[in-house]
């Protein structure tokens, strides 16, 4: 085993726990650190749960080889593909288990949703505000990002640009319209409710916003990455400016049903491609 290889199975763990670490102490600095977690054992627990998931969904494609980032989709289960969404809700639900339960306070501030930015006096209008924005973000964005394109292209050549979408988007692309729609719902209601409803209260928009980017690396084009990076900062201010993640998660999900189902079919006839069978 030469040291790269052992770099890539220590280093990601590593950086989990040194990233729920900074998760845990801002919290407290942030006086946002719940009330159960006077106790070091409750403490102990949720700190593994943070870092585990960390690992899991945010710095493990940092230990994947070159040679190991294309992945056989043909044999991605449905239950796989949506599983990280799964285990995001389950850290949540734990760890407001282990940081409330047994607490009460009058006006509802322990309650899950006041913790995770599910409150509003007036959801209905914020759920109209993030259909607004997701309609406009997805022309703004890829305009922006075709702009970088034509300053990449004119500074290293064109030969310099991806000569193909992603593996993933060509597989997404072959995925029943339903369950399309069902990863563009999920997308939106569960990584905002992570990224900017548990971790940005406690971490702010700038560290936030690395998570939700390294969260994509299994991408592998700059290109989108830096897409996903302006969206998450979108997203961020988006949720600051109205006290809410209302509007960025329904935002997030008007945004990836257009790419679902829009933008991957027209990105396909720009390459000349078609989608795998599922």
Known sequence: MTALDLLRQVGPPLLACAAALVFDRMAVRRRL???????????????????????????????AKPDAVAT??????????FLLHILLVAV?????????????????????????GLRSPRPGREAGLGFAVGLCTWSALI???????????AIAGEDSL?????????????????????????AGVVEEAFFRGFLQPRIGILLSTLFFALAHLSYGQPFLLVGVALLSLLYGVLTRMRQTIIPAMVAHAVFDGIQLLIIVPGVLKLFGGSPPAP
């Open 143 to 153: 305009l922006c990002i075709l702009l970088i394109a034509l300053v990449v292209a």
């Open 33 to 63: 650190d719940p009330p159960g977690f006077a106790n070091p054992l409750r403490r102990g627990l949720a700190f593994t749960l943070v870092a585990g998931i960390f690992w899991i969904g945010i710095f493990g494609a940092l230990g």
């Open 162 to 186: 991806p000569q193909r979408p992603p593996a993933a988007i060509l597989w997404i692309a072959g995925l029943p319209f339903l369950v399309r729609i069902g990863l563009a719902l999920t």
């Open 72 to 81: 056989d989709y043909s044999q991605v289960s449905m239950g796989r593909l």
């Open 92 to 116: 949540m639900v734990f760890w407001y288990l282990l940081g409330f339960s047994g607490f009460r306070t009058a006006g509802g501030g322990m309650s899950f949703a006041a913790q995770f």
